[in-house]
């Protein structure tokens, strides 16, 4: 089955520590992006690859990070400097970042600050 | 900088009712628009993706206008059903591609 895939679905964070979450696709598309969510509220962009080795920033960027080493894995690293990292985070793909694609999402991990 | 606004932010309707979900931006260069559904805790469901270029997209009981004049965009459904209870957002693709803005959604309750 084709798809994006998400670990975990849960995580639990102690305040100073890093973080990474998961994002896996065998679509074989070159754009990825990491938003995140809010209770209530829409997604936004943290981070964006159009292409392996390549990625901009998002609206929302400070305090996180990433990596694209390989097309099908798009890591999202959150860092002790994101001052309220406790949201849903998602992960989505498209076949480019050409402005006609379609975007497709994982299932979400959800990171609680304790 | 595109602002995206879903209203209402709640909707509740009985079943088998048509309805309409409307999604308004403030600017005209997009290159395409996307709706989505969102169960609760889940990711996202792609639903219609309309391109710059189109004024409509259907699938079943779903039909997506694009009025890029007016800066709006509707999600219409058809005979609603107690599984259609989610919700739905609307996200504009930038016309400089590879950002899209998300609004905040509308949350859709539909009554047996």
């Known amino acids: 089955d084709g798809g994006i895939t998400q670990s975990p679905k849960y995580l639990f964070r102690k305040e100073g520590q890093n973080v990474t979450l998961s994002c896996e696709q065998n679509?074989?598309?070159?754009?990825m992006y990491w938003y995140r969510q809010d209770p209530g509220q829409g997604l936004r962009l943290i981070y964006y690859?159009?292409?392996?080795?390549?990625?901009q920033k998002g609206d929302i960027a400070e305090g996180y990070s990433v990596s694209r080493e390989k097309k099908e894995s798009f890591p999202l690293t959150v860092t002790s400097a994101q001052k309220n990292p406790t949201a849903f985070y998602l992960c989505?793909?498209?076949?480019?970042?050409?402005?006609?694609?379609?975007?497709?999402f994982g299932p979400g991990t959800r990171l609680t600050v304790l | 900088k595109q602002e995206v606004t879903q209203i209402p932010a709640a909707l509740s309707v009985p079943e088998g009712e048509n309805l309409v979900l409307n999604c308004s931006f403030t600017?005209?260069?997009?290159?395409?628009l996307q709706w989505f559904r969102q169960d609760p805790g889940k990711g996202l469901t792609s639903l219609l993706l309309?391109?710059?270029?189109?004024r409509e997209q259907t699938s079943g009981r779903l039909n997506a206008s694009l009025d890029k004049s007016s800066g709006r965009s509707t999600l219409y459904i058809a005979a609603s059903q107690p599984g259609d209870s989610a919700t739905y957002l609307c996200?504009?693709?930038?016309?400089?591609?590879?950002?899209?803005?998300f609004g905040d959604g509308t949350t859709l309750t539909v009554k047996p």
């Open positions: 996200a504009m693709r930038d016309a400089n591609a590879g950002k899209s803005t």
């Open positions: 989505a793909s498209s076949i480019s970042s050409g402005g006609g694609n379609e975007q497709f």
């Open positions: 679509l074989n598309h070159d754009a």
């Open positions: 690859s159009q292409i392996v080795n390549d990625f």
């Open positions: 600017d005209s260069a997009i290159y395409n």
């Open positions: 309309i391109q710059s270029s189109q």
